[in-house]
């Protein structure tokens, strides 16, 4: 079975920085695109960033470019989301999702994603 599990949420101060993980297990991990979507109250779910298994590239929202990077570690079936600079904004829950059928121009649709984790809050406090 896909399991992803997300962590490493929290509440920090605008400017501070977070680091988000996701291990993921169950499937071939290179073979996937796999990201992090997330979800403010009273908001739709939105792509925040995500590797393309297709092409090897990574998306990331214009609203995170420059502040959010994405990485992983293929030994241990990881990937991570360091978030310097948060803002108040970027307050919502995170999702980490998987899925082995994105295409590179759908890789922010959160529809095209059949894995989630459970979410992560993100709290940033101005």
């Known amino acids: 079975d896909v399991q992803l599990q997300a962590s490493g949420g929290g509440l920090v101060q605008a400017g501070g920085s977070l680091r988000l993980s996701c291990a993921a297990s169950g499937f071939t991990f290179d073979d996937y695109a796999i990201g992090w979507f997330r979800q403010a109250p009273g908001k739709e779910r939105e792509g925040v960033s995500c590797f393309s ?19 992983r570690d293929n030994a241990k079936n990881t990937v991570y989301l360091q978030m310097n600079s948060l803002k108040p904004e970027d307050t919502a829950i995170y999702y980490c999702a ?8 759908s890789l922010r649709d959160p529809r095209q994603y059949d894995y989630w984790g459970q979410g992560t809050q993100v709290t940033v406090s101005s």
């Not at 298994?53 to 994405?70: E, I």
């Open 98 to 105: 998987a899925d082995g059928g994105v295409i590179q121009s």
């Open 53 to 71: 298994s297709s092409d090897g590239s990574t998306y990331y929202a214009d609203s995170v470019k420059g502040r959010f990077t994405l990485s």
